[in-house]
Structures are given as C-alpha cells and as structure tokens.
C-alpha cells in the first residue's frame, strides 16, 4: 500500500507526496492488526500556493487499483505568505 498525503484547499492540491510507509521500510504486509504506525512525511508545497488555510488529508491505497484502504483528515494547517 501506498500514502498519499494531501494539502487542500476546496479543490485545490497545494502540495502532495505520495510513496510507501515509514520511508519504504516497513511495508503494510508486515504491520500487525491494531497496530499504530508513527511516520512522518515531508510535504512539498506547490510554488505559489497562496497563503491561507488547508486541510492536511492522508490517504492509504493500492497503487495497482487506486483503491483507497483508507482516509482521513487530520488537521487544518495554515501556510504563511
């Protein structure tokens, strides 16, 4: 599986990163049920976003079928001029 996290603003994708868990080291087929992964994600913001705020969205998903595993929104964030 694979995460994609997500800057949003309505529509609008002001920044995205999209690649496999814990920095393509412990892949979703070794995780335990229940267990909680701590990761971190360095989130590129698209050149002229303009400031505001955004919701911080992760998504895990099937890169074959795009399926999504699983969303949810986690905060909202503001990006500074």
Known sequence: ??????L????RIAG????????DTYPTTAWRVGEIIADTYDVPVVPGAPP?????????????SGAVIA??????ITLAP
């Open 1 to 6: 599986a694979f995460v994609s996290v997500k």
């Open 52 to 64: 505001g705020e955004y919701i911080l969205q992760v998504t895990l998903y099937d890169p074959q």
């Open 8 to 11: 949003l603003q309505g529509e």
């Open 16 to 23: 995205q990163i999209d690649t496999r868990p814990v920095r």
């Open 71 to 76: 969303q949810r929104v986690l905060q909202m």
